[in-house]
């Protein structure tokens, strides 16, 4: 099969790898139908965070059930199925707890050569990960925001909900990348937020967050942006979501929010070297939200896709072959594609 394969910063390659097999019992072997790349993906791609040569890489993908192990009983051979960006078992007590990302057996997609950007993946513990996603293959535009489900949509509403954002009540989302724009619409289309503030500085993904829902649009760069905020804000948001992971958005979302509010930090934070708690203190502000158990909120997502309730598609703003994986790549780094979804042309 071909995979994707990192081989230094800024050079990944589609190779042609063993084809993966059942290794246990619990396994199954899923052949990816959509695959995406992740804005996490490009620290790696940049050389920030280190990896070795030969990694395979990318952690969300939807596809069809090619095989299963012995021991699977919640999906078969045929079954369209979505795949969270890590595995859990279903079984521990952090998985009933609806933290799959803490299972005490999970595993990242890349571990054991078993990327998510190929034709195929080995996923363990195939029962507590895998779940069926019955009428959306029928529809392109399902099978994309189903594969935005796997992650960034998942986890954008991690950060909404974990902010306590309310219905009728005011969320301000920092970021304009795909999580935050998906933060943006669950909480004006799940959540049921009256007012939304979406702060970023790419005018085209202002937009786009103006689609899903934003109330109101802030630009990140300009130096009054904090003052804007606690203004339209009439002295800070409740719920704050912080959708970057640098210092300078983690700061902001600490400045803005109200006295007892919460900020949610579902960014990866890979440029976050101070983390101020004086305001935390002074004002009881919450930090919460974190490495997000998009397992958890799976089944409810995909309910209010079919229903037509919220369609973040539009995160996908180029689409290409599996075999221009690094053009992708390229595209993201450059900030000319909000996010790349990979067709595998498996069908």
């Not at 707890?97 to 195939?126: F, Y």
């Not at 529809?139 to 954008?156: E, N, Q, R, Y």
């Not at 990348?177 to 619409?185: H, Q």
């Not at 967050?209 to 003052?227: E, K, V, Y």
Request: charged share 20%; hydrophobic share 40%; aromatic share 4%.
């Amino acid at each position: 099969m071909k995979a994707t394969v990192y081989y230094g910063a800024r050079d990944v390659r589609l190779e042609t790898v063993p084809d993966p097999t059942i290794k246990e019992p619990g396994d199954a072997i899923v052949r990816v139908v959509r695959a995406a790349i992740c804005g996490s993906d490009l620290w790696f791609y940049r050389g920030i965070t280190q990896w070795e040569p030969g990694d395979r890489t990318g952690h969300e993908f939807i596809g069809i059930v090619d095989a299963v192990g012995s021991d699977v009983r919640t999906v078969k051979p045929g079954d369209y199925v979505i795949a969270p960006f890590v595995s859990s078992d279903g079984t521990c007590e952090y998985c009933h707890a609806a933290l799959q990302t803490s299972c005490v057996r999970m595993t990242n997609w890349g571990d054991d050569a078993n990327g998510g950007q190929a034709e195929a993946v080995r996923v363990p513990h195939a029962d507590g990960t895998l779940v069926k996603m019955p009428g959306m293959e029928r529809d392109p535009a399902k099978l994309a925001s189903a594969l935005a489900i796997c992650d960034v949509m998942g986890t954008g509403h991690h950060g909404v909900v974990t902010a306590g954002a309310k219905a009728g009540g005011t969320v301000v989302v920092i970021g304009d990348g795909a999580v935050g724009l998906c933060g943006v619409l669950s909480a004006a289309r799940v959540i049921g937020a009256e007012r939304v503030i979406a702060v970023g500085h790419n005018p085209k993904r202002l937009e786009l967050a103006r689609g899903f829902g934003a109330t109101d649009t802030i630009d990140s760069h300009d130096p009054n942006t904090a003052q804007t905020l606690l203004e339209l804000t009439r002295g800070g948001a409740s719920s704050v979501v912080e959708a970057v992971g640098n210092q300078e958005s983690m700061e902001l979302a600490l400045e803005v929010a109200r006295p007892g509010g919460i900020v949610s930090f579902v960014g990866v934070p890979h440029n976050v070297t101070n983390l101020p708690l004086r305001p935390l203190f002074a004002k009881n502000v919450a930090l919460r939200g974190a490495l997000a158990p998009t397992r958890a909120y799976i089944e409810t997502l995909m309910r209010h896709v079919m229903d037509g309730t919220i369609d973040p598609s539009p995160v996908f703003d180029l689409a290409l072959p599996l075999d221009r994986v690094a053009e992708g790549y390229a595209a993201m780094d450059e900030r000319r594609a909000i996010k790349v979804i990979l067709d595998t042309g498996v069908r």
